[in-house]
């Protein structure tokens, strides 16, 4: 039964992950990160209280918590974490902050891994909703500090952050109001905000629908 339950488990994985190429130029990398983690909290949700001691017969909805979380995770949170990074980091750092992500990325990986037989010994259902309660932290993180780099190219990124700077807004505002810019439009701003380390930094009121 185990092994049907793990063969399972693999084929959703396996579909969910090969969706996400598609939902993430769809849909954009900030609703994908936000839908993942309520799928994925929900989910966790649902493996905790099937699993509680005093349930009877939980091991259906266990499984059913556990299968709906790996669909959020594949569709959504699997490839997010290779992709986000190099898109929002900037270019000056972008190599940097990229090993940092994977090895950050491999470390917890491995960390959960390690000490969830552990957990699950110990604690029991409540391994469950301590990563549910983790994917709850992670949703006003996100909702707060990550814009929006679907259909942007990179230097825009580094506009975007300069302006949010300047004007003192969320750069997560600037993302979803800042329309895409042209080739012109970006040297223009990245020159007004000395993105390339001019001496001189002035803070206009320049936007991007009063640049020519």
């Known amino acids: 039964l185990s092994l049907i339950l793990g063969g399972v488990l693999a084929i959703v994985?396996?579909?969910?992950?090969?969706?996400?190429?598609?939902?993430?130029?769809?849909?954009?990398?900030?609703p994908m990160f936000l839908v993942g983690t309520v799928g994925q909290a929900v989910s966790m949700f649902i493996t905790f209280g099937c699993l509680l001691p005093d349930?009877?017969?939980?091991?259906k909805g266990a499984a059913f918590g556990l299968y709906l979380f790996i669909a959020f995770f594949g569709a959504t949170w699997l490839p997010l974490p290779w992709l986000y990074p190099a898109e929002l980091n900037s270019q000056a750092v972008r190599t940097q902050a990229n090993?940092?992500?994977?090895?950050?990325?491999w470390l917890f990986n491995f960390l959960v891994v390690q000490v969830l037989p552990t957990m699950t010994a110990s604690i029991g259902a409540y391994t469950f909703?301590?990563?549910?309660l983790a994917n709850c932290i992670f949703f006003p993180i996100i909702?707060?500090?990550?814009?929006?780099?679907?259909?942007?190219?990179?230097?825009?990124?580094?506009?975007?952050?300069?302006?949010?700077?300047?004007?003192r807004r969320r750069?997560?505002?600037?993302?979803?109001?800042?329309?895409p810019l042209t080739g012109h439009q970006i040297a223009?701003?990245?020159?007004?905000?000395?993105?390339?380390?001019?001496?001189?930094?002035?803070?206009?009121?320049v936007t991007p629908e009063n640049v020519d």
């Not at 349930?55 to 091991?59: A, K, L, Q, T, V």
């Not at 750069?171 to 800042?178: S, V």
């Open 99 to 105: 090993a940092v992500s994977t090895m950050c990325n």
């Open 55 to 59: 349930r009877r017969g939980p091991s």
């Open 143 to 167: 909702w707060v500090f990550y814009p929006e780099t679907a259909g942007r190219e990179l230097a825009e990124i580094d506009v975007i952050f300069a302006h949010a700077h300047l004007a």
């Open 129 to 132: 909703l301590l990563f549910a």
């Open 13 to 30: 994985y396996a579909l969910f992950a090969v969706s996400s190429f598609q939902l993430v130029e769809r849909f954009g990398r900030r």
């Open 188 to 205: 223009v701003l990245q020159d007004r905000y000395d993105i390339h380390g001019d001496d001189d930094v002035e803070a206009p009121g």
């Open 171 to 179: 750069p997560t505002l600037i993302a979803d109001e800042m329309p």
